[in-house]
Nanobody, 124 residues
Framework: QVQLVESGGGLVQAGGSLRLSCAASGRTVSPYAMAWFRQAPGKEREFVAVISWNGGSTYYANSVKGRFTISRDNAKNTVSLQMNSLKPEDTAVYYC?????????????????WGQGTQVTVSS
């Protein structure tokens, strides 16, 4: 089993930055694709970004492309999401997810392990 714990959320003004981190425990996630999803109140969980097992491939939702950067450190069993130029519409609970395959995926149902989420609130 893999346990994922997110941190780094908070309240920030529009145009500001936050860095989210996700720490994995239980087993190494180095062979896994890792992703970030988010869910705003009253909306479905949506894909944000994904990174391949070795960090060589990344993919972003159009809504965050150019503003967010996903990265990972397999030695530390962590994945991060650097969020710049934040907008009020980025407000959501952000979830870290792991998929026990090397293939990238954007569908939430493709992921086997989830963290409990961290709240990001962007004020206008």
């Amino acid at each position: 089993q893999v346990q994922l714990v997110e941190s780094g959320g908070g309240l920030v003004q529009a145009g500001g930055s936050l860095r989210l981190s996700c720490a994995a425990s239980g087993r190494t996630v180095s062979p896994y694709a890792m992703a970030w999803f988010r869910q705003a109140p009253g909306k479905e969980r949506e894909f944000v970004a994904v990174i391949s097992w070795n960090g060589g491939s990344t993919y972003y939702a159009n809504s965050v492309k150019g503003r967010f950067t996903i990265s990972r450190d397999n030695a530390k069993n962590t994945v991060s999401l650097q969020m710049n130029s934040l907008k009020p519409e980025d407000t959501a609970v952000y979830y870290c997810a792991a998929r026990n395959t090397v293939a990238l995926g954007v569908a939430a149902q493709a992921y086997n392990y989830w963290g409990q989420g961290t709240q990001v609130t962007v004020s206008s």
